[in-house]
């Protein structure tokens, strides 16, 4: 299961993955763009994450801690970036969609 992708790692078919905007910062960092270096925390590891079948309701959501083994994951990533500073963005998977935008 792919847990973190590096931008230079996504693939046209992780837009499930990593949303729209991961997918566009793949597709430019491949395309050669200057783009910083980064990387997506993945769909599949939210889901492992909250370990949970069905949609969990906010107060699950807010009551979580990171699993050690995300976090783990996590900092990885960070260290390969080898950058003083990093810019995190939250985003949902649906929020880019070719027929619809729900940005912000």
Request: net charge negative; hydrophobic share 40%.
């Amino acid at each position: 299961m792919i847990w973190i992708t590096h931008f230079n790692e996504i693939e046209e078919n992780n837009l499930p993955l990593v949303g729209g905007k991961g997918l566009n910062l793949g597709k430019l960092t491949k395309a050669g763009f200057r783009v910083p270096s980064g990387f997506c925390v993945t769909t599949a590891a939210y889901h492992a994450a909250i370990n949970v079948a069905e949609r969990p309701g906010q107060e699950t959501v807010n009551a979580m801690t990171l699993p050690e083994w995300l976090e783990s994951k996590i900092l990885d990533a960070y260290y390969q970036l080898d950058a003083n500073y990093v810019a995190v963005r939250s985003s949902a998977t649906a929020e880019d969609l070719p027929e619809a935008s729900f940005a912000g």
